[in-house]
């Protein structure tokens, strides 16, 4: 699982290696906003498709197809990259609806030709920090 805290800063190059480490970083995440890219753009195409624990779970949840589609091709990002997951890689993106409301999405890549939306729900803001990090235990 990698984390992403996604703020660039001005690259400083103290040594040979901490500029490769910035390249890394920074092939890392343009390669995951291409990504994200390709996911809004199948979403707003509506090339997308429910898990069926993600159907479950935006009833119980009360989130509406409407919202989920407003979080994502609004100004989402995405903050957890799941390159090695079980059922296929697949990345956590937080967006918001047009009311404020925060969401967490975790969507398949977009090498298939529907992103599967895995799960959705609030994040509670008691176990993130600004909705993007998780927090450590206490």
Same mark, same amino acid.
């Given at each position: 699982? $990698?984390?992403? /805290?996604?703020?660039? @800063?001005?690259? &400083?190059?103290? +040594?040979?290696? !901490?500029?490769?480490?910035?390249?890394?970083?920074?092939?890392?995440?343009?390669?995951?906003?291409?990504?994200?890219?390709?996911?809004?753009?199948?979403?707003?195409?509506?090339?997308?498709?429910?898990?069926?624990?993600?159907?479950?779970?935006?009833?119980?949840?009360? $989130?509406?197809? /409407?919202?989920?589609? @407003?979080?994502? &091709?609004?100004? +989402?990002?995405? !903050?957890?990259?799941?390159?090695?997951?079980?059922?296929?890689?697949?990345?956590?993106?937080?967006?918001?609806?047009?009311?404020?409301?925060?969401?967490?999405?975790?969507?398949?890549?977009?090498?298939?030709?529907?992103?599967?939306?895995?799960?959705?729900?609030?994040?509670?803001?008691?176990?993130?920090?600004?909705?993007?990090?998780?927090?450590?235990?206490?």
């Amino acid at each position: 699982m $990698i984390f992403f /805290a996604l703020y660039l @800063e001005p690259f &400083t190059c103290l +040594s040979p290696n !901490v500029f490769k480490i910035d390249q890394q970083r920074m092939m890392k995440y343009n390669q995951i906003m291409g990504v994200h890219e390709e996911i809004r753009s199948k979403i707003l195409r509506r090339l997308y498709e429910f898990s069926k624990h993600a159907v479950d779970q935006s009833i119980i949840r009360d $989130i509406s197809v /409407a919202e989920m589609e @407003e979080a994502i &091709t609004g100004g +989402s990002e995405v !903050v957890e990259d799941y390159p090695d997951d079980k059922y296929g890689p697949s990345c956590l993106i937080l967006g918001f609806t047009k009311a404020g409301r925060a969401l967490h999405m975790q969507c398949s890549y977009p090498s298939r030709p529907l992103i599967k939306i895995v799960t959705l729900y609030e994040p509670d803001p008691d176990l993130w920090v600004d909705f993007r990090i998780r927090k450590q235990d206490q």
